[in-house]
Nanobody, 115 residues
Framework: QVELVESGGGLVQPGGSLRLSCEAP????????MGWNRHVPEKERELVAT???????NYADSVKGRFTISMDAAKNTVYLQMNNLKPEDTAVYYC?????????WGQGTQVTVSS
């Protein structure tokens, strides 16, 4: 059983910032890419951002210029810096890791943007 440890969610006012982190275990598999998806009830899960082991990044149009994804390969940890948050960013954010053994998901962390 591979466990991804997420942290950093919470309640923030519009225009505020949050930083999510997700740590995957080391020494078990080769990590190809890490990323974040989000889910709102009654909607499909949406890709937010991804980063490959070589540092290539991809963002949803809705978060470009506001969110930044980064990865610490030594710690097998991915971060999502979220700035200028909007109410429509409210969702459960899930970490995803693509590895040599398959795809793994975190348990999800709630992000709520509200005044």
């Amino acid at each position: 059983q591979v466990e991804l440890v997420e942290s950093g969610g919470g309640l923030v006012q519009p225009g505020g910032s949050l930083r999510l982190s997700c740590e995957a275990p080391s020494g078990i598999f080769e990590t190809y890419a890490m990323g974040w998806n989000r889910h709102v009830p009654e909607k499909e899960r949406e890709l937010v951002a991804t980063i490959t082991s070589r540092g290539s990044t991809n963002y949803a149009d809705s978060v470009k210029g506001r969110f930044t994804i980064s990865m610490d390969a030594a710690k097998n940890t991915v971060y999502l810096q979220m700035n200028n948050l909007k109410p429509e960013d409210t969702a459960v954010y899930y970490c995803r890791v693509d590895t040599s053994l398959g795809v793994y998901w975190g348990q999800g962390t709630q992000v709520t943007v509200s005044s």
